[in-house]
């Protein structure tokens, strides 16, 4: 059986390993999928396996190629460029977060113009060197703006592309505009972080779009409410010319921007968004206004939409400044909704006074709520128990998260004597809750015991379980007729006692760690047999990239750890691409706790 997919990623990877490959393993008639992200190829790598993509014999059934931070150059990528006009049978393609210009990037999307199957385009956090043509903002004449234009004009099998942080809007013309407005096989549109507000013509790309329907992220762009006039603008032309109805867009994301920050013309600009979201963007069925400094004035506009009743399915208003008088302004038209179904609003100090409200949301009978985020918002046990109150008679909701509140001891009992009646209620989040040992229990009793509980996950970190508690709780989740999954439940295997004492803690990871370059470090030093190894993320939410993770290493025997511990001290605890790590004794003190 011949080689089909190639996955190398972070394997150190440079020049003369590529043509140690190119010897063998790509050879093959039937490799599929080529995955090379995270290698330091640099130029020299590039160009060796772009001389290997050139040869019509080699990787002729490629389809995927992943060279996501691989250091390609300019050089480099005009090498890969013209590997790709022959390799015409690559669908997806990702050459993100490499080191070339925009020359390099104008000559890979020309020669993609010809490619007839292609469908997924990854060029995301490119640092493009504006300084090399400084093209207008209008202009049409740089190679990259009539690279773009060649491409939206003669694509017919593209379906994703994504820009995400690469400021590709700076060398948008009008005609590219006009160009992608009229294509139709683009499904999801990536122009996050990429200045798409410095560009005047794209509110009318907007409006000429044609497909039936696209996901389009805007995030971090800058947008203000005037970005909604002028593409309300653009659609009601369109429509006295044409007849024209909605955008085509059902996944709009606009996170991190100000489109609600209203200023001093609150009416007049509460007119735009109403008109915006109502009738231009009246397909929408899933919308991110995230991290956008939402206020009260803010919650009247999307309590208007939402007793519209528009034929929006999911919001998502995390991270702002809703507060409490915001949460009853929102309740206000949630009472009157009946199509909303996802709703996440953690992070907006809605306090008890909110959670109140929305419980009056969730006794309505309806509602047709199924999830309901409500992460870190000072909720405290009064509100837990309305929650609680409403979700006996509730027959939709299926997933509530109260992570981070004060949920407590009454909180808690308000909840386990909720869950002997409710009857959909799936998932349960109540993570740094302040949660007693015997509390925990008993609601893992209920669960595992109670004939109409449904509940199938149960999240319970941070609650300072002991580790009899949190054995008693698997042992007792266990005995459930169903599958419960307990976000605790390896930490309770790893706290036995025998097993720490076989346990190494390594930190800090990368996020793009896998367990096989874990094992790969201890085996090349000789430290003996793993039986398991647990990558998980920090509770640090802002963790830096190669700062995110730390893993659990369990050897099969106890004199294993001294030989990973003696690692450190030689100098030789590091994993690819030199990042050294600490490597000590699981237990007190590190993760389990």
Not at 90 to 95: A, E, K, S
Not at 539 to 557: G, I, N, Q, S, T
């Amino acid at each position: 059986m011949r080689l089909q997919v190639l996955d190398m990623r972070y394997s150190d990877i440079t020049e003369p390993c590529v043509a140690k490959l190119a010897e063998s393993h790509l050879t093959s008639e039937q490799l599929s999928r080529l995955d090379l992200e995270g290698n330091p190829l640099g130029t020299a790598g590039a160009v060796k396996l772009a001389e290997l993509m050139v040869k019509h014999r080699s990787l002729p059934n490629l389809a995927e190629l992943n060279l996501r931070a691989c250091r390609i150059s300019d050089t480099g990528v005009k090498s890969l460029a013209e590997g790709l006009l022959v390799k015409r049978n690559i669908r997806v393609l990702d050459l993100s977060k490499n080191r070339f210009g925009v020359t390099g990037l104008a000559l890979v999307i020309d020669n993609l113009a010809y490619n007839p199957v292609l469908e997924d385009l990854r060029l995301t956090e490119l640092q493009l060197n504006v300084t090399v043509t400084s093209p207008p903002p209008l202009g049409g004449s740089d190679t990259l703006s009539v690279a773009l234009n060649k491409l939206f004009e003669r694509t017919v099998s593209l379906k994703k592309v994504s820009f995400w942080n690469t400021s590709i809007a700076t060398y948008f013309s009008a005609q590219n505009m006009e160009s992608l407005g009229k294509n139709t096989s683009i499904e999801l549109l990536d122009l996050g972080g990429s200045k798409i507000s410095d560009v005047q013509s794209f509110p009318r790309a907007l409006a000429l779009q044609h497909t039936k329907h696209l996901e389009l992220n805007l995030d971090n762009n800058s947008l203000t409410p005037s970005f909604m006039e002028m593409v309300n603008q653009k659609f009601r032309d369109r429509t006295e010319k044409e007849g024209a109805g909605p955008s085509p867009v059902t996944v709009l994301s606009l996170k991190s921007n100000k489109m609600l920050k209203f200023g001093l013309h609150v009416e007049e600009m509460r007119k735009q968004v109403v008109v915006f979201f109502s009738k231009t963007m009246a397909n929408v069925v899933s919308l991110d206004l995230s991290h956008s400094e939402l206020d009260v004035d803010a919650a009247k506009v999307l309590s208007e939409l939402l007793t519209a009743n528009t034929a929006l399915q999911m919001l998502n208003l995390s991270h702002n400044w809703l507060g409490k008088h915001g949460a009853r302004i929102l309740c206000n038209g949630l009472l009157q909704n009946h199509r909303l179904q996802v709703l996440r609003i953690d992070r907006n100090d809605i306090g008890t006074a909110g959670a109140n409200h929305f419980a009056r949301v969730l006794k309505r009978k309806e509602c047709q709520l199924k999830e309901l985020h409500m992460f870190c918002n000072y909720v405290d046990v009064l509100g837990v128990q309305a929650l609680a109150e409403a979700l006996t008679t509730n027959v939709c909701l299926s997933s509530l998260d109260l992570g981070m509140n004060r949920v407590r001891k009454t909180g808690t009992a308000a909840l386990i004597d909720c869950l002997k009646r409710n009857r959909t209620l799936e998932m349960l989040a109540l993570k740094f809750n302040y949660i007693p040992d015997a509390f925990a229990l008993q609601l893992a009793s209920v669960i595992a015991s109670s004939p109409n509980c449904k509940i199938n996950h149960l999240l319970l970190a941070g609650n300072s379980q002991s580790y009899s508690a949190l054995v008693n709780v698997v042992s007792t989740l266990n005995e459930c007729p169903r599958k419960v999954q307990f976000d605790l439940e390896s930490r309770a295997a790893y706290q036995d006692p025998e097993r720490i004492a076989k346990t190494v803690y390594c930190t800090p990871l990368a996020a793009n760690t896998t367990p096989l370059m874990i094992k790969k470090l201890f085996y090349s030093h000789k430290c003996g047999a793993i039986r398991s190894v647990t990558l998980e993320k920090h509770k640090k939410k802002k963790a830096r990239f190669a700062m995110a993770c730390y893993a659990l290493v369990e050897f099969a025997h106890k004199d294993s750890v001294e030989l990973a511990l003696d690692l450190v001290v030689r100098g030789k605890a590091r994993l690819c691409e030199g990042r050294s790590i600490r490597i000590v004794r699981a237990g007190l003190g590190n993760a389990l706790q």
